[in-house]
């Protein structure tokens, strides 16, 4: 059994998990990182472990192999998800339903599988990757906002219930990223030709958002300043601006903060 604090990240096959848990072991920690096709990885630092987030009986077996093999669980972070490019009119009840089975419902599946480890321990951390998405939604991701909304009301609520328990939840709110997760959006199956203006619109604004994201490993130092904070807050954003872009919904009036958003998207 592992004498070192144990950590489960989900989705940690590329991107931003790879750099969280390539930074944790780096620290100390026992690293165990998951993925759908864990064969294709050779992790440094950390054991892969097949998992699928909308299947019950795959997070189930996941986290088993983790007590099975470390006896413990001192922290989750709830990395695994995707993004649904689609205006919110194009998108299919079924693809809908895809972006919140992995999203939010995924998410709910490792935590209430994990929770009651956690308190039994008498301790535990829970740090849930959202986006600035959760706390405004911007086109073309109506429905990837949404998820991650739900994703922080969530997120709120059960750390004020678990909290007597010594376990705290946190959740990261990235910005512009560059990682795999942008590389893999998903697009609606069946696009409103009504769009296509601001479809091509938003798409030649990429390159320019390219140049303003942030590297990846920015993330995953946010991450590793939650699991680090003796007593974490609810809420970290990773870079200057994004706590910027996260405070100015507080600070502006809707009208002022709605003009902004239109400026910036040109819709």
């Given amino acids: 059994m592992s004498c070192s604090k144990v950590v489960l990240i989900t989705g940690a096959s590329m991107g931003l998990g790879r750099d969280m848990a390539e930074m944790l072991a780096a620290d100390g920690w026992t690293v165990f990182g998951t993925s759908r096709d864990p064969e294709r990885y050779s992790p440094e630092g950390r054991q892969m472990l097949a998992l699928d987030v909308t299947d019950d009986a795959s997070v189930r077996a996941c986290v088993q192999q983790v007590m099975q093999r470390a006896g413990r669980l001192d922290a989750l972070v709830n990395n695994a998800g995707y993004g649904l490019s689609a205006f919110a009119e194009e998108a299919s009840v079924e693809e809908i339903r895809a972006q919140f089975e992995t999203n939010y419902i995924g998410v709910h599946r490792m935590c209430r599988t994990v929770l009651p480890i956690m308190r039994a321990q008498g301790h535990g951390r829970i740090v849930n990757i959202s986006s600035l998405a959760g706390l405004f939604g911007t086109p073309p991701s109506a429905h990837y906002a949404a998820s991650k909304h739900a994703l922080e009301g969530y997120s709120q609520t059960m750390r004020f219930e678990v909290a007597q328990f010594g376990i705290h939840i946190s959740v990261v709110e990235p910005g512009l990223t560059k990682s795999a997760f942008r590389e893999n959006v998903a697009e609606p199956a069946e ?55 996260a405070h100015l919904r507080c600070w502006l009036p809707e009208r002022a903060m709605h003009w902004i958003v239109r400026k910036v998207f040109g819709v």
């Fill in 191 to 245: 696009p409103l030709a009504a769009y296509d203006r601001l479809r091509t619109h938003l798409r030649e604004m990429g390159p320019r958002s390219e140049e303003r994201a942030h590297p990846s490993i920015v993330v995953a130092r946010t991450v590793r300043r939650v699991l680090r904070a003796r007593n974490p807050r609810l809420r970290y954003t990773c870079t200057p601006l994004d706590w910027m872009a």
